[in-house]
């Protein structure tokens, strides 16, 4: 029978390695099918940055007690899975507690370690819970967001549910282990009772051997294949973010947040126009100004939208949404996602090939009516918990709107004519600009 699970398991770590390490290279792909940004520079600072926002939860502890709870969460979560080395080896090898024998008493302590923070992810997961069904935080509900009807709604649902089932799991695992214990059972090495667990050891008074061996090994089933099961959800799910808030915040933007990079090529055509560089022969016109679809946006920006957590912050702080407008920046990078799903999923069928499909992101996934109402007022940049920059998404894909296919809305034609002619938005001469400020200075000192 020890025999049997050990196949059984092995063939269960073999399945979700396989496709973990497939889908990790299709997102990889639809990531370096953006285009080159050099992300490189000041290796000391990404660090740092990386270090206080990804590892340290900086930016979640803006709200103190949402802070708290996510970190329990995550740091609770990430350290209990160390655990998992022990049960992988238990599983492969057919032994049970391995490490027991070794560490001695310090075993005990560091199991009870684990529990102490299962229970702290149980209780911020159960929370968070209440928070999305009963308390109906406005940012969660698709009646207010479109964009979190269907299966966002219950993305974000289920995985607490999952987490919740498993902490159970791994804390009823541990209190049946020690009533096992108690009756001297084969195979479950005396460790002592455990922090969290030996107070859940009176649900199992009056069980019989049989009866406990049975729920142990199906409680460590359950753990084992439910961290299993998460770790392949994970890459499909905006829990991603877990693994990819390191690199994303490692790379992301050093330069100040009102700092927009002008198009080289225009930038280039304003110098020659102003005297300030000479025409150098027939320069290349590039094939396409700003984004319509992903390939034409930079890694970064696909990387960014792969991060992105859903949590709504973004959405919550922009002045558009606020005002009832069209535009969400959660929006923008769940549709950005969503066609880079549909693009990894094309070259998947086409043998690592993207075949044109008709599609793109503006137009099939994102409006025009929806970018035309950002005000790039950065608020998304600034909520962002894990860095991600829809600001130069929806500036990409106007610029394309805009220059491309020369469709703006009537009120900015003369804004871009009053730049042409006056090299400012308003319409008087630059000789004229600093009229508004005559005679000030002469009130200021009358009063």
Known sequence: MAIIQQIIFI????????????????????IRLGKAEDRADQPRKRLSVMMRVAFGQQKMFDRPLIGFLHFAVYAGFVLINI?????????????????????GGFYSFLIGFFELLALGVLVACTIFLIRRSILKVERFQPSRHREMSGW???????????????????????????????????????????????????????????????????????????????????TYSKHLHIALAFPNTYFSRLEPKGQMKNMPEITQEVKIMLGLEAQAGDAAVPERFGAKDVTDLSWKSLMDAYSCTECGRCTAACP?????????????????????????????????EFINDNKSLLGDYILEEEILACTTCNACVQECPVLINPLDIILQLRRHKVMDEAHVPG?????????????????????????????????????
Do not use: C
């Open 11 to 30: 063939a269960a770590l073999a399945a979700v390695v396989w496709l973990i390490y497939r889908r990790v290279g299709i997102i990889s792909r639809t």
């Open 83 to 103: 655990e998992i080395l022990e049960i992988i080896l238990d599983g492969i090898l057919g032994t049970h507690r391995l490490f027991a024998a070794a560490l």
């Open 152 to 234: 966002p709604q219950t993305d974000g649902k289920l995985i607490l549910v999952f987490e919740i089932v498993l902490m159970i799991a791994i804390l009823t695992m541990n209190a049946a282990d020690s009533a096992l214990q108690d009756l001297g059972s084969e195979h479950y090495p005396q460790t002592g009772d455990f922090l969290i667990s030996q107070w859940l050891k009176p649900l199992f008074a009056g069980w019989d051997e049989d009866a406990l061996i049975a729920y142990e090994r199906a409680a460590w089933w359950v753990h084992i294949l439910g961290i299993f099961g998460f770790a392949v959800y994970l």
């Open 320 to 352: 558009a949404n606020i005002t009832g407008k069209k535009l969400s920046p959660r929006k923008i990078m769940m549709d950005t996602r969503d066609r880079l799903e549909e693009v990894g999923r094309n070259m998947l069928a086409n043998k690592g």
């Open 411 to 447: 009120s900015w034609n003369m804004m871009f004519q009053n730049l042409d002619t006056n090299q400012a938005p308003w319409k008087f001469s630059p000789g004229d600009r600093f009229n508004w400020a005559a005679g000030l200075e002469g009130k200021s000192t009358e009063s």
